[in-house]
């Protein structure tokens, strides 16, 4: 069973010039925990809660480590002005994807590898769609229903 199987099609995009608000509206209302970005038809990052929160974290291996005396209501008030920019300053540019033929549990295995729970689908810088986890889980189980219930 290859991606473009089971990947979602109905992608939710955001161009690297989208205010950060936006994007993370849209984070929020629709929970997911990154959204593509694509600019002029191309695939050219990811921004991904775990971006914003990195850059309101700064330096979590203090946190770690306990040496690291921080006001967390303080640093809360910043989040706003993180929010301010646009998605071009905190998303990842080196986007890892898998191909639409690519056997799903080869994806897995690649997502499991760079600890991602979904990863774009593409036809060299076009996105198709994105793939999940849970597409991937959910396909196996369907495959394998008449065996399990036997």
Do not use: W
């Amino acid at each position: 069973m290859h991606a473009s199987e089971i990947m979602t099609t109905s992608v939710k995009t955001v161009s690297s010039n989208t205010p950060l608000t936006e994007a993370v509206s849209l984070m929020c209302l629709y929970r997911f925990s990154g959204i593509p970005v694509v600019d002029e038809g191309k695939l050219v990052g990811i921004i991904a809660e775990k971006d914003i929160m990195a850059s309101l974290l700064s330096n979590p291996d203090d946190l770690k480590d306990g040496l690291a005396t921080i006001n967390f209501d303080e640093l809360m008030s910043e989040y706003a002005g993180i929010l301010k920019g646009t998605v071009s300053y905190l998303m990842t540019h080196s986007v890892k994807s898998v191909p639409e033929d690519m056997h799903i549990l080869k994806a897995a295995a690649l997502m499991a590898g760079y600890r991602f729970r979904r990863i774009p689908v593409t036809d060299g810088d076009q996105l198709l769609g994105m793939l999940s986890l849970g597409d991937i889980h959910k396909a196996i189980f369907h495959k394998n229903l008449s065996l399990i219930a036997a």
